[in-house]
């Protein structure tokens, strides 16, 4: 039976983990992984979770099936804070809502979904994206393509080209968008590009889907939100992913979910018990714990107080890191313009070092990146920032 079977590749992010851990040198920093990590180099424990959860076990509930669609208080939570828990599309009731795990989860439902109205559409990707995306949309059936995204020499986005693709795309096809903290340029969209993106899909009868994995590790919860509402604006359906994986560092208990915006209630009601099909024959229902947590949060106003606080510390630790690792590479003497490094959003920046350099840097100073030049800039502390610094300093110098 598995004579045949091949040797699957291994997961370039996860496999570099493997080779980070099996590294002895006692000065490794691992800059690879899409984590947070606060300042004491630690995965943190939000204090609005260390609450919820402490909340939750003092009145512990019993453990039963939860509906197919999760826990209702966890999907309008959701609506909340992607749409606008006053927004005309929430209040009108023309969005459906799905617990998943995680954001990965999110994207497969949809995926999943997708398959069966639009077998033989194309789904495009930025160009580069979060690697998962060519492969999740790849098993659920589609063909993948690209649009053209980011722009190593100026490093901005090659925002008429992505237009251009978008107008000469097929109606139907799929759409992956980053809702923001681009994954993995950290380059974002203006909001008079998206609301021109938003405008072509329109236009052009394309499927918008937003991935928003780091809502809040921006510019904060609205502002990261301000993609959705211009495609909001425009009237269309569309799909939208969430994952809270970073921004409550619930990683591990796969938080997500997936929300389709619909042209009416009675359209939203087909959806969803669509929705909810996929769901069925996939995994029947979704876990309990990590989504009755987020749930309590938001729901709670000092709890959700607490968060908002938290996610603005990360955010702000991050920007700071940034700040910090461009001073030191001045110091080192790194000639040039440093300002993408700060002006790129959220966990990752694009360092523009190509697969050799990347190599050296691990080989030779034990700092872990991507070979593509992603570095988790989430991953930086007070202590490793010198290092690294110093690191990419003699790397960049050829
Ligand atoms: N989309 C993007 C762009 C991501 O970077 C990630 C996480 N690395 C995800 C989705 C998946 O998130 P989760 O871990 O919640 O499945």
Known sequence: LFAAVEMAPRDPILGLNEQFNADPNPAKVNLGVGVYFDDAGKLPVLRCVAEAEKQ?????KAKGYL?????????????????????????????????ALGGTGGLKVGADFLQRLRPAATVLISDPSWENHRALFTNAGFPVDTYPYYDAAARGIRFDAL???????????????????????????????????????????LVPFLDMAYQGFGKG???????????????????????FSKSFSLYGERVGALSVVCASKEECARVLSQLK?????????????????????????????????????????????????????????VQGDLSYITTQMGMFSYSGLGK???????????????????????????????????????????
């Open 356 to 398: 050799e350099q990347m190599q050296r840097l691990r080989s030779e100073f034990g700092v872990y990146g991507v070979d593509s030049g992603r570095i988790c800039v989430a991953a930086l502390n007070s202590r490793n920032i010198g290092p690294v610094a110093a690191a990419l300093a003699k790397v960049m110098a050829g």
């Open 221 to 243: 919860i609205a502002e990261d939100g301000a993609a959705v509402q211009c495609f909001l604006a425009t009237g269309q359906q569309f799909f939208v992913s969430t994952s």
């Open 163 to 205: 237009i251009a693709k978008l107008q000469a795309a097929a109606a139907g096809t799929v759409v992956v968008l980053h809702a923001c903290c681009h994954n993995p340029t950290g380059c974002d969209l203006s909001p008079a590009q998206w609301q021109q993106i938003a405008a072509t899909c329109a236009e052009r009868g």
């Open 277 to 333: 099909i996929v769901i069925r024959t996939n995994y029947s229902n979704p876990p309990t714990f990590g989504a009755q947590v987020v749930a309590t949060v938001l729901t709670t106003p000092a709890l959700r107080a607490m968060w908002e606080k938290e996610l603005a510390g990360m955010r702000e630790r991050i920007k700071a890191m940034r700040s910090a690792l461009v001073q030191q590479l001045q110091a080192a003497g």
């Open 67 to 99: 509906p197919i669609d999760g826990i209702a208080a966890y999907d309008k939570a959701v609506q909340g804070l992607v749409f606008g828990a006053e927004s005309e599309a929430v209040t009108s009731g023309r969005v459906a809502t799905v617990q």
């Open 56 to 60: 939750l076990l003092e009145s512990p």
